[in-house]
């Protein structure tokens, strides 16, 4: 009989999880008391690792003061004004603001929605169509599904948001064709740098550039969906950083707080803040309950504390480039079709025969902890404090558990 809770992105009708009681590092225990080697810091966001009582701290320290407010007009609180002149030092936009909210979904939405919203107030309300690319996925909020490019992801859900299309992913030209057929109506252009969930597919060569240019020629703002690039996890602030691109929206959320309160935002750049400043009686009429929880940006100050003091934004390369090492020696040897990724996060595919589910269970078996994706590919974002050994344990196991 199943539980009372109905899980996401399981089987409505499974009985059996596995419940996890702690964590500490990047080591997860279950109730039977077995540790596994979190692979995926929790689901792409864990950067700082499990157990961190500095953050448990402020967050009880805040609970005992306001653990809540509202900010909506006419209130703010003293941590979401210090979290957001924070994040403006290392946003990947000078001049930006930020939009805050509860998760990655909810910041994708809100892009899409400041998008349209911004040439509203640029004197073009028909510029209300956004492109995206197949393979994205962009949370799963009527917004984000509508822009998601993996399909099983937007079945069943009835009619979706309007005048949103998708793209080949990488395909310059077919972005080209499809900004040029829209080209009176064009509002953003949607893209993960790196393509997360769908698979862990870095850009080719000069696409993310080819992008921006296009926005350019085309009168397109740009939005980087950086829920799992964002905070450190390329090696770099953002990929924003990492690939030299400035986009107009950026979303954000996982890492920000390393998953010890939910959170999210947007960052908010000059060519989309201006047209919603311009009018000093425009009202901006969305938003959320709990953006701006102060509870919540108590613990991403505390977090970022973290990844600044302990350097774990430098250390995202050696973990990506000793995991990497060991994905492509099993490359080498035959046990796997393909190896991609970029900083601190890879996915591997399986040869034909091999079923990703299959392997997940069995390295779960093995006491580690990879999330399968697609017909063909497991995927490995660890948090940027795990030690060289829990890497190479990492590696071993997807060793054993590729066979046949």
Not at 16 to 44: E, K
Not at 383 to 399: C, K, R, S, T
Request: glycine residues 10%; negative net charge.
């Amino acid at each position: 009989m199943p539980s009372a809770f109905l899980h996401p992105f399981a089987k409505p009708t499974r009985e059996s999880f596995i419940t996890l009681v702690r964590g500490q590092g990047a080591v997860v225990t279950d109730s039977n008391g077995r540790d596994y080697i979190d692979g995926m810091a929790a689901l792409w966001y864990c950067a700082v690792g499990h157990g961190r009582t500095e953050i448990a701290r402020v967050i009880a320290e805040q609970a005992e003061t306001l653990a809540g407010y509202s900010t909506f007009d006419p209130f703010t609180n003293e941590p979401v004004e210090r979290l957001a002149e924070r994040l403006i030092g290392i946003a990947p936009m000078p001049d930006s603001r930020v939009f805050f909210t509860s998760s990655g979904s909810e910041a994708v939405d809100t892009a899409m929605k400041l998008a349209r919203l911004a040439h509203v107030q640029s004197g073009h309300p028909e510029k209300t169509i956004i492109i995206s690319r197949q393979r994205g996925y962009h949370g799963t909020t009527y917004g984000g599904t509508s822009a998601q490019g993996i399909p099983p992801n937007r079945e069943g859900y009835g009619p979706l948001v309007g005048d949103v299309l998708q793209v080949p992913a990488d395909d310059l030209e077919a972005l080209s064709i499809a900004m040029s057929q829209n080209q009176d109506r064009l509002a953003a252009v949607l893209i993960e740098p790196v393509q997360g969930a769908g698979g862990v597919f870095p850009p080719t060569e000069g696409y993310i550039e080819g992008v921006r240019r296009l926005c350019d020629q085309h009168g397109a703002f740009l939005i980087f969906d950086e829920v799992i690039s964002g905070f450190g996890r390329l090696g770099h602030w953002f990929a924003a950083h990492r690939f030299g691109v400035r986009p107009d929206l950026v979303t954000f959320a996982k890492a920000l707080t390393s998953g010890y309160q939910p959170l999210g935002g947007v960052f908010v750049g000059p060519a989309v803040r201006g047209p919603l400043e311009a009018d000093p009686n425009f009202f901006l009429r969305t938003g959320f309950t709990y953006s701006g929880h102060p509870t919540a940006c108590r613990a991403a100050l505390a977090n970022i504390d973290i990844i600044e003091r302990e350097g774990l934004v430098d250390r995202a390369h050696h973990v990506g480039q000793r995991l990497s090492a060991g994905l492509h020696s099993l490359h080498a040897d035959g046990l796997l079709a393909a190896v991609r990724g970029d900083g601190a996060v890879w996915a591997v595919a399986q040869h034909p025969q091999i079923d990703p589910v299959k392997v997940r269970d069995r390295m779960l078996e093995h006491g580690v902890i990879t999330r399968a994706v697609g017909t063909d590919t497991n995927t490995f974002c660890p948090p940027l404090v795990i030690d060289d050994e829990q890497i190479d344990a990492i590696v071993d196991a997807l060793a054993v558990c590729s066979q046949p």
